[in-house]
């Protein structure tokens, strides 16, 4: 290891440790609003950065994050349902074997976001398979596809699904402890995956595919793992998510859930890691904003109407304005690295000087 | 079932075929010229319902001339997409022309959810749909056999339109080699637009006789329409014209029969198009009439 990396590491090592106060700090000293948006920001975090990793490194166009969300958040609801809310929960018809015979205590929700992921991971690789061997956009039409299957199965598989009144009363177990961990983690490796030949190989197949080939790399193989990857980390979002507001239902995980995380990756820079961290942030927070717009406004005398849905309406804009004219995002293709930060600090002190 | 039913069950899988069709050209075109999805081209299928239902039950025209303006005024839609979205975009990688297709999709969508509202509103149908006929002890509505009689003959016209005129031969060239084309004194920028105009139109058109088939029209009717249709096209090979119309009958087809012997799968109708998607992709990728492309180094 050199010395620049090993001083990377203990500098990594140590904002973990600065992550971990501030997430004691913050369960103590924020109210439940602020908590609730950290959580959203971070659950965030892991989901577009795994959406990042296909559609940003990778060069793979990928619509069904949303999709690989729903099998996490579906997975991690019916093993931690407790039995007793099972039985209400399913009153329409009852919930299938084995899934009705047992339920995962609380210290086992690691496990079970685990098999979340592994879930999501197994869907992606289905539909890898098929999309991923051929040249042009067949990811894209089939991930779109699978997403809205997956929210037409959640409809009409009612001994799994519950349909569509969703499942009530999951445990809420997610809380900043576990969404920083995972945040922090997912992003740990998916850099350092980044920065291995196998993230250069990725990189090598985004700018160009026959090239990249020539050079020896498995084009398939590469695109199938880096996609798999993506929908684990998805799906331990979903997971989270659902274990976070406690409930899960078909309308959670639309075609929206996947426009979100479109934004906050272009707006971050497709193919910047630490840039959709950033934006991934900023995404939530502004999102609680741009509530205030669709909310009627009183100005003196007038009442304005409040517009439900004037957001998504300013974020389709916005998407299509950074295509044309700012393709970059935020970050391009750029990581923040300890490098750039230690440079631009030793920078401004010499103009200080 | 009856031989009765078997009959009304193929014309109702020929009429929902043909409008798949006419959506699955104006994918194919765009693929084949452009070489990226039109994501928003399901939504200007649900913007021809729109403005047909506006031009009809507001401005209280003639049924006939509220279509034929509906079905205008997705042509200049359709134009206007691709000369502010789409065409800064000609040079950029692929991956950011399917991004703005996907924005420009959920604007549209939006957009018509913020001023039309979710609540699905009823669409006014003329009387020669709703008539109904008795052929061979059957009772049929005008819809069910009216709507593949209109939709085969638009999709003729169209074939005329590519296969026959100066402007189809030049759409034909600048998909096979938009360069060349360009050398040989074609305005390619044009001939896009006139693509695109023509597209969006059989997708209005489309969107008018789907909502004469399911008179409930909502913003976000054109999604699973597009992207089954999108399916078609690949069915049929992305590109070409003739597999788009193909596609489009076997998908039409396909999900109507299997509801009809299995009534009880119904809420999974959709799922099967996936199914035959995934199928497809493994077996036959380039699509039954689709020529097998070779990348150029």
Known sequence: MGREEKRDLILTLLLFAVLMLGV???????????????????????????????????????????????????????????????EQVYFLQPLIWPFNSFSFPSHLFLLALFLGGLAAALAALLIGIPTLRLRGDYLAIATFGFGEIINVLANNFIPLTNGALGIKGIPEYTNLWWTVNWAFWSVFMIKGLVNSSFGRALKAIRENEVAAEAMGVNLFRHKLLSFVLSGFFAGVAGGLFVTLISTVSPS??????????????????????????????????????????EAPITIGAWTFPGIPGMRMVVFSVLLVVMMIFYRRGLFGDKEISWQLIIDRIKGRNESEK | ????????????????????????????????????????????FMLGAYFSFFMIGVFLLPWWLGVIIGVALCAIVGMSIERIAYRPLRDAPRISALITAVGVSFFIENLGLVTVGARPKGFPRPELMKNVYI?????????????????????????????????????????????????????????????????????????VLWACKYPQINPLMGTFPGWKAFTAAVVGGIGNVVGAMVGGFIIGLTEIMIVAFFPGLSGYRDAFVFTILIIFLLVKPSGILGETLKEKV
């Not at chain 2, 009856?2 to 699955?24: E, K």
């Not at chain 2, 002890?137 to 056999?145: D, L, N, W």
């Open chain 1, 24 to 86: 004691s700090l913050a369960e103590r000293y924020l109210n439940t609003y602020l908590i609730r948006i950290l959580n959203t920001a971070c659950i965030y975090v892991v989901a577009a950065v795994a959406y990042n990793l296909i559609n940003g490194i990778t060069g793979q166009f990928s619509l069904g994050p949303n999709g690989f969300m729903a099998i996490g958040g579906y997975t991690v609801a019916i093993l931690m349902l407790p039995l007793v809310q099972k």
């Open chain 1, 252 to 293: 959670l995980f639309t075609f929206t859930m996947t426009f979100n995380l479109l934004i906050i990756i272009v707006l971050g820079g497709l193919g910047s890691i630490t840039g959709s961290v950033v934006t991934a942030f900023i995404f939530a927070f502004l999102q609680e904003i741009l509530r205030e717009v």
């Open chain 2, 135 to 207: 052929l061979a002890g059957a009772r049929i509505q005008g819809v069910t056999f009216w709507v593949p009689i209109i939709s085969v003959s638009v999709l003729l016209v169209l074939l005329y339109l590519v296969y026959r005129t100066k402007m189809g031969m030049a759409m034909r060239a600048v998909s096979k080699d938009m360069e060349t084309t360009r050398l040989m004194g074609v305005d390619i920028d044009r001939i896009i637009l006139y693509t695109f105009a023509l597209g969006s139109a059989l997708a209005g058109i489309g969107g």
């Open chain 2, 1 to 44: 079932m009856t031989w009765v039913s078997f009959f009304q069950q193929i014309m109702n899988g020929v009429s929902l075929g043909s409008l798949y069709a006419l959506l699955a050209i104006g994918y194919t075109l765009v693929y084949g010229i452009l070489g990226f999805i039109n994501f928003a081209h399901g939504d200007v």
